[in-house]
């Protein structure tokens, strides 16, 4: 049973930084392609390393993964934000209706 609930939460996060992914391609600007890939990752690999702690059981290992999880569900939200405010102070416009792709 536990087995199958950590394939299951493994599966969700494969298809999160799959959704993530096309996400980067098929958006238009700089702005929601890091919006989409800053958020799908996240969510992506904290649900794949929470399956795989499934999978392994409570041991020292299990620890380590999960302070990797919090370690990526801090900084990686912080390091998009950083990333998106520096192209912001210098000028990278926003896509608008009607604008070509970038």
């Known amino acids: 049973m536990l087995n199958t609930l950590a394939l299951i ?9 799959i959704v993530g992914a096309i996400g980067l391609i098929r958006f238009p600007d700089f ?3 890091v919006h ?6 996240t969510l992506g690999e904290g ?3 929470f399956g795989i702690i499934l999978y392994e059981g ?6 380590k ?7 990526i569900f ?3 939200p912080t390091a998009v934000h ?3 405010n520096v192209a912001y102070t210098h000028g990278v416009e926003p896509w608008k209706k009607g604008d070509e792709r970038r």
Not at 58 to 63: A, F, G, P, T
Request: glycine share 4%; net charge positive.
């Open 58 to 63: 409570m041991n020292l290992i299990s620890v």
């Open 47 to 49: 649900m794949m390393l």
């Open 36 to 41: 989409a890939t800053g958020k799908c990752d």
């Open 74 to 76: 801090v900084t990686s």
């Open 65 to 71: 993964i999960l302070l990797l999880v919090i370690f």
């Open 82 to 84: 950083a990333i998106l």
């Open 31 to 33: 702005y929601t392609r």
């Open 9 to 17: 939460f493994i599966v969700i996060g494969l298809f999160f930084m």
